[in-house]
């Protein structure tokens, strides 16, 4: 039984739940504690776990309403019963949203029944966990897509990175940890799972290489999760970036992050006094606190989703972005295209940089990529898979092999190499320094033209400033179709 087949078993168990006023969202916390205890067995780590709520207890109690006590105890004690930091974690809090004992009683025969061993590579059991916390994003009604990005992005995001052993990675925004567990894989896969490490540097990259924050305590919960069944003990922090908590975050090698979108509540600014430029936009102060978290050695660097209002947005925003390109080399904006996200309509970017060991003029080019343009329309039909960042890759790479990025983010790759790619795909753009500033600091630059608006010819500018404007205008109104047709 493969790991997707598993996933879809598990998740089709929440149809049973329905009649018990059981959400996705809640489901899939339900299923954590309780897939946890199964897995703990399964994985060989039920010493983490009290005695008396082992998988073999449990499932033994013949009465369910006996079961369903035992359950609910289980989840207000264990916390305080578990030897380990990270079960203790993950049960904090803990309560059940289950009010039917026959409910539990299906949840736990079921779980129980799965052949797990028959999945003889043991990563399979933490992939069958990324398909559930997949399934819940894509699940509208959940609202989860806010807390998954796309994997084929992640695990762009962090080959391009190159993540180096003995280096500190941080996601501020944590979520699920998904980026930090593709960059713990990208290492493992390299390095043989560690096993030729020594002991002090095995620990370093299971219990400090791959740390994280995240506000939601859902989401912490299944980040816990995540990476307990991916075999990492490091530390993510429950709690709030953005506050005095986030001050600590510093000196990292390299930061992989996708911050949440949006204001704070009521429009009130980040509670920090650390940060230069507080705005009431979470992204920008997400990544002013991003590029002021890696150290400042010329070799520490991050990768980060932020939406198109980063690239344009007076005030702050603009402050930031001048902040950003004097004390990092900004040096590639990835335009991606649109509907990757749970919100289908919100245009998205990444930005990859490095921090400078000066604290001004590190930034000399920037390089843009569009993918957004002209490109298909990604969804169940068309499936957004690793091979969409084929010609990215090329471009960002020179079109050497990946094999030969040695250094931090490029590599020894010249601009010359890069500067061969513009001659074969009009997608990739390379503009100053100086041409930015002549555009006052805007970074909304290098789309190409839109093909469904003309016919591609050379038109002037105030023709390229209608066209952008009819581009914006007609995603606002596919969006508003979709939402007027899903209300019937």
């Known amino acids: 039984m493969s790991a997707e087949v598993i996933a879809q078993k598990l998740w089709g168990l929440c149809n049973v739940l329905r009649d018990d006023g059981v959400t996705y969202h809640q489901y899939l916390n339900e299923l954590t504690f309780i897939l946890f205890l199964r897995l703990s067995q399964i994985k060989q780590f039920e010493e983490d776990i009290p005695e008396e709520y082992r998988w073999d207890k449990l499932k033994g109690i013949s009465d369910n309403k006996e079961l369903f006590d035992t359950y609910r105890e289980l989840l207000a004690t264990i916390s305080a019963k578990s030897p380990n930091a990270m079960v203790t974690e993950i049960y904090a809090n803990a309560s059940t ?11 736990i025969t079921s779980i129980d029944d799965i ?10 059991i933490a992939t069958i966990y990324e398909e559930l916390l997949e399934k819940n994003a894509g699940e509208k009604k959940s609202g989860a897509g806010q807390y998954f990005t796309p994997r084929p992005l992640i695990n762009i995001m962090v080959e391009l990175m190159v993540p180096k052993l003995g280096e500190r990675w941080n996601d501020p925004a944590a979520g699920t940890f998904g980026f930090m567990i593709a960059a713990d894989e990208y290492l493992r896969n390299k390095h043989d799972h560690y096993y030729g490490l020594d002991a002090a540097k095995r620990d370093f990259q299971v219990r400090e290489a791959f740390t994280g924050c995240e506000l939601v305590p859902d989401a912490h919960r299944l980040a816990l999760m995540n990476a307990k069944l991916h075999g990492i003990e490091s530390k ?5 970036t953005l ?5 600590g975050f510093k000196n990292f090698d390299g930061v ?3 911050p949440p979108f949006g204001t704070k509540k009521g429009g009130e600014r980040p509670s920090r006094d650390d940060l230069t430029f507080l705005s009431s936009n979470k992204q920008l102060n997400f990544l002013q606190h991003i590029y002021r978290s890696l150290k ?32 990092c080399d900004l040096h590639t904006i990835l335009r991606l295209p649109t509907g990757i996200f749970y919100a289908a309509g919100v245009k998205t970017n990444v930005l990859f940089f490095t921090r400078g060991k000066k604290e001004v003029d590190n930034t000399k080019n920037v390089w843009v990529y569009d993918m957004r343009t002209n490109a298909p329309s990604y969804g169940k039909r068309t499936p957004f898979t690793r091979n969409a960042f084929d010609d990215f890759i090329k471009a960002y790479t020179g079109g050497i092999a990946e094999t030969e990025l040695k250094t931090s983010w490029l590599g020894e790759i010249s601009e010359a190499k890069r500067s061969e790619v513009t001659g074969t795909d009009k997608r990739w ?3 100053s320094r100086e041409q930015i500033a002549a555009k006052n600091d805007s970074l909304d630059i290098g789309l190409i033209a839109d093909d469904t608006l003309n016919d591609g010819a050379d038109l002037g500018e105030p023709v390229d400033i209608a066209r952008h404007a009819l581009a914006e205008l007609k995603s606002i ?12």
Request: aromatic fraction near 4%; hydrophobic fraction near 35%.
């Open 477 to 488: 109104t596919d969006e508003l179709n979709k939402i007027m047709k899903e209300l019937g």
């Open 236 to 240: 993510i922090v429950l709690g709030d």
């Open 256 to 258: 992989l992050a996708n």
């Open 296 to 327: 400042a050695d010329g070799k520490a660097r991050a990768a980060v989703v932020l939406p198109d209002n980063v690239l344009f947005e007076d005030g702050d925003g603009l402050k930031i972005r001048r902040d950003l390109m004097e004390k």
């Open 115 to 124: 052949d797990w061993y028959e999945e003889r590579e043991k990563d399979k």
């Open 429 to 431: 753009q390379c503009f």
């Open 243 to 247: 506050s005095e908590q986030g001050k």
């Open 97 to 107: 949203t289950l009010r039917k004992p026959v409910n539990l009683r299906t949840l």
